[in-house]
């Protein structure tokens, strides 16, 4: 997406302003190559004057385009010809999109061909001149009834738990401050998808559409072989997405000494709600949006897709430095709430693309593929062919503890206690969580209780 050739034998092609207004709206920018025949077999035909092909190529990014477009251009020998090589610059988010003057049409890089851009697109790429509000605006129609009870009761709880400042605030105070609501009383976009008992009467685009296919989605032979729709609030549809993740794909089997067998997830549970919550939190929330998170999985291949490029950060500093958050109000309601197991849909801020990178690197695989085209993010992780089975156990003797209990026993000992925050806490699934612990009470290492009022399993040392 990146790169473009033209012929320029007889002259300069006559469509580069779609071209340069694409390669401006697209992150990184891109170059162009004038003197290859891609139709050839990318043969070097050359260029009918290396120096007027260079000032026709600038002159149209100063002219023709608006906001006029920043390029460079230099010459390299390739097979003897002498060929013109246009760097174009990515333009200020401020100024994109960068349009045509004479059509007012902006244009979109997309796999290796030039688009304009779609109502919706331009949208998004007007709401990111700015910090966006979309979270903010009032829900028509909705009111207090459209938010579960519970989940607030359990935020409010906990933000006058965690400081003194809360205390003595009243819940309107509290929901008005945090943005739950307006003043006037309306949930919030950002309140209704941290609380509301069914959003997508109000935002139905904020769903996440998943689909399980035999092969690539987009080849003639590959077969739909599962579509779910995942509504509710964020927290809900967190937990039936990575549920289904687990449930759909393929597991490594992993031959266990005594004639057992384990399933191994394809993908590391930790690391696939990461992305998912990256996906559900960081999302372009504007009333234009006209389709819900993707979520897709084909063999070999986790995809999730959402509208709106990244904010104030580029794909190459993913993972090692903090970046703008595009909705701020709803990460900090969802840092302090949590999913109908008990766990934290956000542990802090920043912290989902690291807790991926490490969640694969120690499964043995490969990092995400990040692509941001400016108007959707996309994260994809791919499973080698054949890959060996990345985790072995070994069944307990008495008094002993397998690798994953070793590594229970350490969470437990530091004072982690139930699943979710084992969970949390370690590399390991549920399904692996439960598992080893049913191993470590049988030894005897391990001992299962319930606190009052609290109807989860809780474990301490025996």
């Known amino acids: 997406e990146a790169v473009e050739v033209k ?3 007889g002259g300069l092609p006559d469509d580069l302003a779609p071209l340069l207004s694409a390669f401006a709206n697209r992150p990184g920018g891109g170059a162009l190559i004038l003197g290859l025949d891609e139709a050839a077999s990318f043969a070097a035909t050359g260029v009918y004057d290396v120096k007027k092909a260079q000032q026709s190529v600038t002159h149209i990014a100063r002219s023709a385009l608006s906001p006029p477009v920043q390029v460079s251009c230099g010459t390299v020998t390739f097979e003897g ?48 001149r700015s910090q966006p509000e979309s979270e903010l605006r009032a829900v028509t129609g909705a009111t207090l009834d459209d938010l579960d009870r519970d ?16 205390a003595g605030w009243t819940d ?22 941290a609380f509301g008992r069914y959003p997508q009467s109000f935002l139905p685009m904020s769903s996440v559409q998943a689909s399980l296919w035999s092969g690539p989605s987009n080849a003639a032979a590959s077969r739909l072989l599962d579509s779910r729709e995942f509504v509710g609030r964020i927290g809900v549809i967190l937990d039936e997405a990575v549920s289904w993740v687990a449930r759909s794909t393929l597991t490594g089997i992993v031959d266990r000494d005594g004639g057992h067998r384990q399933d191994i997830p394809t993908y590391p549970p930790r690391a696939v709600r990461e ?24 063999p070999g291949q986790f995809i999730i897709s959402s509208v709106g490029g990244l904010f104030g950060i580029r794909v190459e500093a993913l993972g090692k430095t903090t970046s703008h958050l595009r909705n701020p109000h709803l990460a900090g309601l969802l840092l302090v709430s949590r999913t109908t197991d008990g766990m934290r849909i956000i542990e802090r801020l920043g912290s989902g693309i690291p807790r991926t990178l490490s969640a694969l690197q120690e499964a043995g695989m490969a990092p995400p593929i990040f692509y941001d085209n400016g108007i959707r993010f996309t994260a994809r992780i791919q499973v080698a062919r054949n890959e060996p089975p990345r985790v072995i156990t070994h069944p307990p003797e008495s008094g002993t503890a397998t ?56 474990f301490r040392l025996r």
Request: without cysteine; glycine residues 6%; charged residues 20%.
């Open 172 to 193: 309107t105070d509290i929901l008005t401050h945090a943005h739950v609501t307006t003043p006037n009383g309306e949930p919030t976009v950002a309140g209704l998808l």
């Open 7 to 9: 012929r320029a034998l």
């Open 81 to 128: 010809t002498t060929l013109v090589v246009v760097q174009v610059k990515e333009a200020e988010s401020s100024d994109k999109p960068v349009s045509v003057t004479h059509s007012g049409l902006a244009y979109l890089r997309q796999y290796d061909g030039t688009y304009p851009l779609s109502d919706m697109e331009r949208q998004v790429f007007l709401a990111a």
């Open 403 to 458: 690798v994953n209990g070793e590594a229970l026993l350490e969470a437990i000992r530091a004072g982690v206690g139930t699943v979710p925050e084992l969970m949390a806490t370690t590399t390991l699934s549920e399904r692996q969580i439960r598992y080893a612990l049913g191993e470590l009470t049988r030894s005897g290492l391990v001992t299962r209780f319930r606190t009052s009022g609290d109807r989860r399993d809780h």
């Open 151 to 166: 989940s607030l009761a359990q935020f409010m709880a906990e933000r006058r738990s965690n400081s003194p400042v809360f």
């Open 275 to 298: 992305l998912i919550a990256n996906a559900l939190v960081h999302r372009d929330l504007g009333s234009y949006v006209a389709s819900p998170v993707s979520l897709i999985l084909e």
